[in-house]
């Protein structure tokens, strides 16, 4: 035997054995327990990098050793294979973005082959081939039928610079989530999924997910964000009409010394008109909404608001209390309408405070005594009722019910529940993505497209300019169509889907790929889901984890899925990372280009400067902080490089070895440490995007 191990010529020979053999096909067989494991499918972006290769090996150790413990095991790979990156190739390269996803995905499929991956290539499935998303059109008129696809128009988030709309969970901290760009407001006619119907199941469901991180958990609860409450009607002062708010705190309803309203509130203008205050509402509206949505919300922002010359009346009170426009209320949430209670809310103190309006405490905290003179902040807490009539001596919470009851009662409000959750805005004006299956007609109006259409293809005659709005608008033969319901002149939509509609069900797509009756053979899905063990970033807990929740939902309600939830455990596996290095003349350096030693100081290669070592961050091309995972391969063999990431130690944390011996305890708590050690990797200061 010779001494030396040749991880090339061994890995070669298994993996065309494993591939001879078919060793990692999977069947339906019910005499055998099935485990269906898979990792969040990638963007083919062109290589693979260190993230991907930490994701699947992960997977591939979980298949694996369930396969060795004589589980069915369905592990499959595919490609989110629509999005931007392709688009914008298109208009720098000028090649199409059919053309450059091909030939990324073989080229990504050659890496993990050579990676040794034990997937089913049968079942490999790229979703902007029409076979995958004629189906995504097909769940599109079936929800469009049962009311949950509907089109309004809306204030969205626009990105400048992608020229796209963005979902609220696609901007982050008032910036694109893909280029950075700040993003400002803009009203469209958009297409809209209505996961608010199912915000309620959503949230329960949380409770029935003990295999999933705690984080995720309560971040999809923070998302979702229910308020219990109430709605109060506050009547206009010498007018018809009232202006509705919701609170969560009526409790504090006394206190109430003004109403603020978001910019975008229908009566916003009117309620100015006439008075000396018309032309600064004017312009104070104006100057906010260029602002953009997203930044509005934030806690820190400078509170600013004006005077609309209007007033209302506090029903509680009677009193006749000012309305102001505030930059930091919005439409979205709520009524677009606030009660203002200084005293009890910090963002409303600090706006009494700057225009001088009057400041009430009527919650008073156990055993102390509030002046409102002497308040650097509100009281926010509960306390006990002062100053509020009837209810003067109740404390907070049975204050709320009484006076929510006495709303009622008098016909002032109701009780009301409330979510933070919007609908998911899935038109984008882009070229590779879904065409949305609608035709608009002059005579029919909106008309879906009929089933035996399915799909409606992507043209082919469309140009790549970069220049904004809706690619396919450019296409005649596309767009100019004749109507399904009358055959006059019509034409199409000619929005695409987000992506993310994509990625929302390609898990049920993978239990019966070429099943061409219904996106996927409903016996199928109903051996194979839910998927028992999830892998990917933790970036997603609140976009794909949350609508792939919302569709199967969806699905199971049109008597597709069999189940509730798509996702039995998950494990979100942390991010790899490294330092960085950097020259104050040349930015960031590839490690492998430096001169010098750890003992003697790292220098520029450029201009021989010192390369100042910073921080470990996650890999990424801007901070050349990467390692190519072909090198290790070539290098070392796959085993090795699956092996070293992630590593031995992951899956066996110094304080739990002794589990070695009794790995038939289960994987899950073997998870459960790596999971703690992928969080020690991922501090929360470091984020993905
Ligand atoms: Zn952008
Ligand atoms: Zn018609
Ligand atoms: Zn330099």
């Given at each position: 035997?010779?001494?030396?191990?040749?991880?090339?010529?061994?890995?070669?020979?298994?993996?065309?054995?494993?591939?001879?053999?078919?060793?990692?096909?999977?069947?339906?067989?019910?005499?055998?327990?099935k485990?269906y494991?898979?990792?969040?499918?990638?963007?083919?972006?062109?290589?693979?990098?260190?993230?991907?290769?930490?994701?699947y090996?992960?997977?591939?150790?979980?298949a694996?050793?369930?396969?060795?413990?004589?589980?069915?095991?369905?592990?499959?790979?595919?490609?989110?294979?629509?999005?931007?990156?392709?688009?914008?190739?298109?208009?720098?390269?000028?090649?199409?973005?059919?053309?450059?996803?091909?030939?990324?995905?073989?080229?990504?499929?050659?890496?993990?082959?050579?990676?040794?991956?034990?997937?089913?290539?049968?079942?490999?499935?790229?979703?902007?081939?029409?076979d995958?998303?004629?189906?995504?059109?097909?769940?599109?008129?079936?929800?469009?039928?049962?009311?949950?696809?509907?089109?309004?128009?809306?204030?969205?988030?626009?990105c400048?610079?992608?020229?796209?709309?963005?979902?609220?969970?696609?901007v982050?901290?008032?910036?694109?989530?893909?280029?950075?760009?700040?993003?400002?407001?803009?009203?469209?006619?958009?297409?809209?999924?209505?996961?608010?119907?199912?915000?309620?199941?959503?949230?329960?469901?949380?409770?029935?997910?003990?295999?999933?991180?705690?984080?995720?958990?309560?971040?999809?609860?923070?998302?979702?964000?229910?308020?219990?409450?109430?709605?109060?009607?506050?009547?206009?002062?010498?007018?018809?009409?009232?202006?509705?708010?919701?609170?969560?705190?009526?409790?504090?309803?006394?206190?109430?010394?003004?109403?603020?309203?978001?910019?975008?509130?229908?009566?916003?203008?009117?309620?100015?008109?006439?008075?000396?205050?018309e032309?600064?509402?004017?312009?104070?509206?104006?100057?906010?909404?260029?602002?953009?949505?997203?930044?509005?919300?934030?806690?820190e922002?400078?509170?600013?608001?004006?005077?609309?010359?209007?007033?209302?009346?506090?029903?509680?009170?009677?009193?006749?209390?000012?309305?102001?426009?505030?930059?930091?209320?919005?439409?979205?949430?709520?009524?677009?309408?606030?009660?203002?209670?200084?005293?009890?809310?910090?963002?409303d103190?600090e706006?009494?405070?700057?225009?001088?309006?009057?400041?009430?405490?009527?919650?008073?905290?156990?055993?102390?005594?509030l002046a409102?003179?002497?308040?650097?902040?509100?009281?926010?807490?509960?306390?006990?009722?002062?100053?509020?009539?009837?209810?003067?001596?109740?404390?907070?919470?049975?204050?709320k019910?009484?006076?929510?009851?006495?709303?009622?009662?008098?016909?002032?409000?109701?009780?009301?529940?409330?979510?933070?959750?919007?609908d998911?805005?899935?038109?984008?004006?882009?070229?590779?993505?879904?065409?949305?299956?609608?035709?608009?007609?002059?005579?029919?109006?909106?008309?879906?497209?009929?089933?035996?259409?399915?799909?409606?293809?992507?043209?082919?005659?469309?140009?790549?300019?970069?220049?904004?709005?809706?690619?396919?608008?450019?296409?005649?033969?596309?767009?100019?169509?004749?109507?399904?319901?009358?055959?006059?002149?019509?034409?199409?939509?000619?929005?695409?889907?987000?992506?993310?509609?994509?990625?929302?069900?390609?898990?049920?797509r993978?239990?019966?790929?070429?099943?061409?009756?219904?996106?996927?053979?409903?016996?199928?899905?109903?051996?194979?889901?839910?998927?028992?063990?999830?892998?990917?970033?933790?970036?997603?807990?609140?976009?794909h984890?949350?609508?792939?929740r919302?569709?199967?939902?969806?699905?199971?309600?049109?008597?597709?899925?069999?189940?509730?939830?798509?996702?039995?455990?998950?494990l979100?596996?942390?991010?790899?990372?490294?330092?960085?290095?950097?020259?104050?003349?040349?930015?960031?350096?590839?490690?492998?280009?430096?001169?010098?030693?750890?003992?003697?100081?790292?220098?520029?290669?450029?201009?021989?400067?010192?390369?100042?070592?910073?921080?470990?961050?996650?890999?990424?091309?801007?901070?050349?902080?990467?390692?190519?995972?072909?090198?290790?391969?070539?290098?070392y063999?796959?085993?090795?490089?699956?092996?070293?990431?992630?590593?031995?130690?992951?899956?066996?944390?110094?304080?739990?070895?002794h589990?070695?011996?009794?790995?038939?305890?289960?994987?899950?708590?073997?998870?459960?440490g790596?999971?703690?050690?992928?969080?020690?990797?991922?501090?929360?200061?470091?984020?993905?995007?």
């Amino acid at each position: 035997m010779e001494d030396r191990y040749h991880p090339q010529e061994v890995e070669e020979k298994w993996q065309r054995l494993w591939e001879e053999k078919q060793s990692f096909r999977a069947a339906e067989d019910p005499a055998r327990p099935k485990y269906y494991v898979l990792e969040m499918f990638p963007y083919p972006s062109g290589r693979i990098h260190m993230g991907h290769v930490r994701n699947y090996s992960i997977g591939d150790v979980v298949a694996r050793y369930k396969r060795m413990r004589g589980h069915n095991v369905l592990h499959p790979m595919g490609w989110d294979a629509f999005g931007l990156p392709a688009e914008n190739a298109a208009i720098e390269r000028k090649i199409h973005p059919e053309a450059w996803t091909r030939e990324n995905i073989l080229y990504m499929k050659t890496q993990l082959r050579r990676m040794g991956l034990s997937y089913d290539w049968e079942r490999e499935l790229a979703t902007c081939e029409p076979d995958y998303y004629r189906w995504n059109q097909w769940i599109f008129l079936k929800l469009y039928e049962r009311g949950i696809a509907y089109k309004k128009k809306s204030s969205v988030n626009w990105c400048p610079s992608c020229e796209t709309v963005l979902a609220n969970e696609q901007v982050i901290e008032g910036a694109c989530w893909r280029c950075e760009t700040p993003v400002v407001e803009k009203e469209l006619e958009q297409w809209f999924f209505r996961i608010t119907a199912y915000a309620d199941e959503l949230l329960a469901d949380l409770d029935r997910l003990p295999g999933w991180p705690d984080k995720v958990l309560a971040m999809q609860r923070n998302w979702i964000g229910k308020s219990t409450g109430a709605e109060i009607e506050f009547p206009l002062a010498g007018g018809e009409g009232a202006l509705r708010v919701f609170t969560t705190r009526q409790d504090t309803v006394y206190g109430a010394t003004f109403v603020s309203l978001a910019v975008e509130h229908p009566l916003a203008l009117e309620l100015a008109r006439g008075t000396s205050q018309e032309r600064a509402v004017g312009d104070f509206v104006e100057r906010i909404k260029k602002a953009g949505l997203a930044r509005r919300g934030e806690e820190e922002g400078e509170k600013e608001g004006v005077f609309t010359g209007s007033y209302c009346v506090n029903p509680f009170t009677g009193e006749k209390i000012p309305i102001y426009l505030a930059n930091f209320v919005l439409m979205e949430y709520g009524t677009g309408a606030v009660m203002a209670v200084p005293a009890h809310d910090q963002r409303d103190f600090e706006f009494a405070k700057k225009y001088g309006l009057p400041i009430r405490v009527v919650i008073q905290p156990q055993g102390a005594a509030l002046a409102p003179e002497a308040m650097r902040e509100a009281y926010a807490d509960e306390g006990v009722m002062a100053d509020s009539g009837p209810f003067t001596g109740l404390p907070s919470a049975e204050g709320k019910e009484k006076v929510a009851l006495h709303l009622e009662e008098k016909g002032w409000g109701k009780k009301d529940i409330r979510y933070r959750l919007r609908d998911w805005g899935i038109s984008r004006q882009r070229y590779w993505g879904t065409p949305i299956p609608i035709i608009y007609c002059p005579k029919c109006g909106v008309v879906p497209v009929p089933e035996k259409d399915l799909p409606v293809a992507l043209p082919r005659d469309v140009p790549f300019t970069g220049k904004g709005g809706s690619p396919l608008a450019e296409s005649k033969k596309f767009v100019e169509t004749k109507c399904p319901r009358c055959g006059g002149a019509a034409r199409r939509e000619t929005d695409t889907m987000d992506t993310f509609v994509d990625s929302s069900w390609y898990y049920f797509r993978y239990t019966s790929p070429k099943f061409d009756a219904a996106p996927f053979d409903p016996d199928k899905a109903g051996y194979w889901m839910p998927v028992d063990q999830y892998i990917g970033g933790v970036e997603h807990a609140v976009l794909h984890l949350l609508y792939a929740r919302f569709f199967t939902k969806a699905l199971r309600d049109l008597g597709l899925a069999k189940v509730g939830e798509p996702f039995a455990n998950l494990l979100t596996q942390g991010m790899v990372s490294k330092e960085t290095y950097r020259c104050e003349d040349h930015g960031w350096l590839f490690p492998a280009e430096l001169a010098g030693s750890d003992q003697a100081g790292w220098r520029c290669p450029h201009c021989g400067k010192p390369a100042v070592k910073g921080r470990v961050e996650k890999m990424s091309k801007s901070k050349k902080n990467i390692v190519d995972p072909e090198d290790l391969i070539a290098a070392y063999g796959a085993d090795t490089a699956r092996l070293f990431t992630p590593p031995v130690a992951l899956y066996f944390p110094a304080s739990r070895r002794h589990e070695r011996r009794r790995i038939g305890d289960g994987a899950r708590r073997a998870f459960a440490g790596a999971q703690g050690l992928a969080a020690a990797h991922a501090p929360d200061d470091q984020k993905s995007h």
